[in-house]
């Protein structure tokens, strides 16, 4: 069966013909392959004899898109097998082009397809039934899946638009074709794509939970923060009811944490790790000890060691992307009531906050001139503080509820937040954004009257505690 079709020449002249084919020839342009023809497999997906576990997963999920649309299922070979055929190099660059960081590429030649991308050097053997053999979802680069991917979506039609088979949609036909789609591309948000699960997921198959991840781009390659300053309780505030954390435990040195008469929110660990006391939600800002403690942490952690209790774990650095290690307090505004903290709160919280953040990334900077920290813009530290300079391998990651951006109010303050962050910091570090899309949040509680707007879907402490904008 013919799968190229001619281009005719729209003048006689042979002068113009060569010039037309000089600007058509780079391109390739115009040609359709023939994949699938009648059910039957018409081509081979190629992976070489050593593919990276992307590779071989982004050959596994592109097998299975096929088949979804047409019920062939076109084999997985190490080398081609029949010339006749179309073949689908997946993993195996065209011309020996090189990447970096996620970029990869999708490249017709004749009756070749190459899907390549910046693979993290793995070779273990991918099982499509295990999930456990899967390539890691985070820290790691995979863009062959990605080339892959962006393939069955723009050359072969299909949409990953939830769980499993049944949120997958595409056309089936007998007979899948492709026309020529060149390009070299990369995930636009370079930072991280992680989108945030949240409620019972015990009604979806956890492999279908995972496959979506994979097929939405998730991934974490540099910045993502979120509250994580729990595992210094354990060595100085108090030893644990978990074992484990129980024996990392120093000695009790109360002056670390924050010092509160009143209003005296316990962290969000107690429950779990010291049930029936009170421990303070957040640390004293004016004492060294924290600071020279995370700083310690995060070098630790950037050296691949074992520290029990760290929040993020598998932080890793990855080849040509700088190494941020994350420090944001609990999720509440229960700070140090002690003299020091006291009048520089009252002062300017956003500024205080920040130059201990400040303190904590020059020290590490010190100790390890590769490791950058980043945090957020959230709660009391939303605002920039305009007084201080941020140190300058700090990230700020901005939070922001655009599902209430509707409201005027709400969009004309987050909105001007976000712009004046971007208009002075932005060519100084990295910004990034936590986005709130499908959850109205705690600022809900900032538009007069929202109890009519979300009675229905608010939990009851949303709705109790609503006020009206000063
Ligand atoms: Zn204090």
New binding site residues.
């Given amino acids: 069966m013919k799968s190229y079709k001619t281009i005719p020449f729209p003048c006689s002249s042979s002068v113009f013909k060569w010039v037309l084919l000089f600007f058509l020839l780079p391109v390739q342009a115009y040609c359709d392959l023939i994949l699938v023809e009648n059910k039957i497999p018409k081509s081979e997906i190629v992976i070489g004899a050593s593919p990276t576990r992307s590779a071989q997963f982004a050959a596994l999920e592109l097998q299975y898109g096929i088949k979804l649309i047409t019920g062939a299922e076109i084999p997985i070979v190490a080398a081609p097998k029949n010339s006749d055929t179309v073949q689908i190099m997946v993993g195996i660059p065209s011309d020996g082009e090189t990447f970096k960081h996620e970029e990869y590429s999708i490249r017709f030649r004749e009756k070749k397809i190459y899907l390549a991308g910046n693979d993290t050097p793995d070779f273990k053997k991918v099982n499509y039934t295990k999930t456990d053999t899967f390539p890691p979802l985070q820290y790691y680069y995979r863009a062959s899946c990605f080339a892959v991917y962006d393939f069955l979506e723009k050359a072969c039609g299909i949409r990953y638009y939830s769980y499993g088979d049944t949120g997958t949609v595409f056309t089936p036909r007998k007979t899948l074709s492709v026309s020529n789609l060149d390009c070299r591309r990369a995930p636009a948000m370079k930072a991280f794509r992680v989108p945030y699960f949240e409620g019972p997921q015990s009604h979806i198959p956890p492999r279908d939970l995972l496959l979506l991840r994979h097929r939405w781009r998730e991934n974490i390659v540099c910045g993502l923060v979120n509250h994580n300053i729990y595992s210094i309780y354990y060595r100085y505030w108090g030893k644990a009811t978990d074992k484990q954390l129980a024996s990392v435990f120093i000695e009790h040195r109360p002056e670390y944490f924050?010092?509160r008469s009143e209003d005296r929110r316990s962290s969000r660990i107690a429950q779990r790790y010291y049930a029936g006391q009170y421990v303070p939600s957040q640390l004293?800002?004016?004492?060294d000890g924290p600071v020279d403690y995370f700083a310690d942490e995060a070098n630790k952690v950037y050296q691949g060691k074992k520290v029990p209790g760290v929040r993020f774990p598998d932080l890793k650095k990855l080849p040509d992307t700088p190494f941020y290690y994350p420090i944001q307090p609990d999720d509440d505004t229960s700070v140090?009531?002690?003299s020091?903290?006291?009048e520089k709160m009252e002062k300017d919280r956003s500024a205080y906050l920040f130059s201990w953040i400040n303190k904590v990334a020059a020290k590490a900077h010190k100790l390890n001139p590769d490791i950058n920290f980043a945090t957020l813009a959230y709660d009391i530290t939303s605002t920039r503080p305009a007084d201080i300079e941020l140190y300058p391998e700090l990230s700020v990651q901005i939070c922001m509820d655009i599902a209430l951006w509707f409201h005027p109010l709400i969009y004309k303050r987050q909105h001007g937040i976000y712009k004046d962050w971007v208009r002075h910091e932005g060519k100084k570090r990295m910004l990034s954004c936590w986005l709130y899309m499908l959850d109205p949040g705690s600022a809900i509680r900032q538009i007069p009257g929202q109890t009519r707007f979300f009675s229905c879907h608010l939990p009851q402490t949303y709705r109790k505690n609503h006020h009206r904008i000063p």
Avoid: D, L, M, P
């Fill in positions: 924050a010092q004293c800002y004016a004492v140090c009531q002690c020091q903290c006291k």
